[in-house]
């Protein structure tokens, strides 16, 4: 199979086609404290895609229904873009945990929305990721062999508290379901080493490079994964778990993905970073 590039984590919430709402925009704006962001027509996605040398991307939704009484973006809307472009776009899906129906319509984003995957955000929907009531939420992830994209680390929102996210709280979930596979989203920045450890002693835990909070790109990932972590922990033993994620629209995919490059990785550690592993993470090694 051809290497393929892929970023597996992209929120889409200015995608044009599901941004015809104002009102729904504006919350979006204020929920990411994107404020200035215009809507993004296809053809532009397409373009950054084609300058980054990006095949694939990853659509991640939000639901905080009990908290906002809505999505920020719905698993129905990720649907939609995935139909508008099913050989570019992977969508996940969204729920959240504390609505009555959330083992119902996670479901049906699995069996009639064909979605990929689920998004869950322990900061922002305010749970600690090893808490029992989500447990038929885990079983159900494992019966229809999905996998969870996990925010990890520190997060945006003043109201999303990093206290519910640090790496080490989602060991109880990698140990109690070793068949679930698990991302810790942004390498749970700045509890790098916590996250390391977890894809040492775990081999269902993964983690994406979606962390630019200061310095440039390269400077930032120059200074994560050679000073702050050893640039041979990953190159010679977590090279498998390690997936490239660009946080877009918040960060560039073009000057992450020239970012990684640049650091001293391996070439065979970059193609695995780059599109290897996200596809054995979502199931899709022999597509």
């Known amino acids: 199979m051809p290497s393929m590039t892929i970023d597996i984590h992209t929120h889409p919430v200015f995608f044009e086609p599901i941004s015809e709402n104002q009102e729904e925009l504006e919350f979006r704006r204020e929920i990411l404290g994107l404020y200035k962001h215009g809507k993004a027509p296809l ?6 895609m084609k300058c980054a040398g990006l095949d694939k991307i990853i659509l ?10 809505g999505a920020v973006v719905s ?5 939609k873009l995935v139909d508008l472009s099913p050989d570019k776009f992977i969508g996940f899906a969204s729920i959240d945990p504390y609505r009555e ?4 319509v996670l479901e049906y984003a699995f069996t009639e929305l064909k979605l990929s995957g689920l998004k869950l955000h322990p900061s922002r929907q305010q749970f600690y990721p090893y808490e029992a009531f989500l447990k038929p939420i885990y079983e159900m992830c494992i019966n229809h062999k999905k996998p969870i994209m996990f925010h990890a680390g520190i997060s945006w929102g003043r109201e999303a508290l990093s206290k519910y996210a640090r790496p080490i709280l989602f060991e109880e979930v990698a140990s109690r379901y070793p068949k679930l596979k698990i991302c810790l ?6 509890w790098v080493k916590e996250t390391a450890a977890l894809l040492l002693k775990y081999t269902n ?16 990932y120059k200074h994560v994964f050679t000073k702050e972590l050893e640039m041979t922990w990953i190159d010679r033993s977590l090279r498998h778990q390690v997936m490239f994620g660009s946080n877009n629209p918040r960060f560039e995919q073009i000057r992450m993905l020239d970012a990684l490059g ?15 592993n996200a596809l054995e993470f ?5 597509d």
């Open 205 to 220: 835990v993964y983690a994406d490079t979606a962390l630019l909070y200061f310095d440039s790109a390269k400077e930032f």
């Open 43 to 48: 053809q532009h996605i397409f373009n950054q």
């Open 185 to 190: 989203a942004h390498f749970g920045w700045p």
């Open 262 to 276: 640049k650091i001293g990785f391996r070439d065979s550690t970059l193609e695995l970073i780059r599109g290897k």
């Open 282 to 286: 979502l199931g899709m090694e022999g």
């Open 101 to 104: 129906d959330a083992l119902e």
């Open 60 to 69: 991640l939704p939000l639901d905080l229904t009990s908290l906002h009484e």
């Open 75 to 79: 698993n129905e809307q990720i649907r």
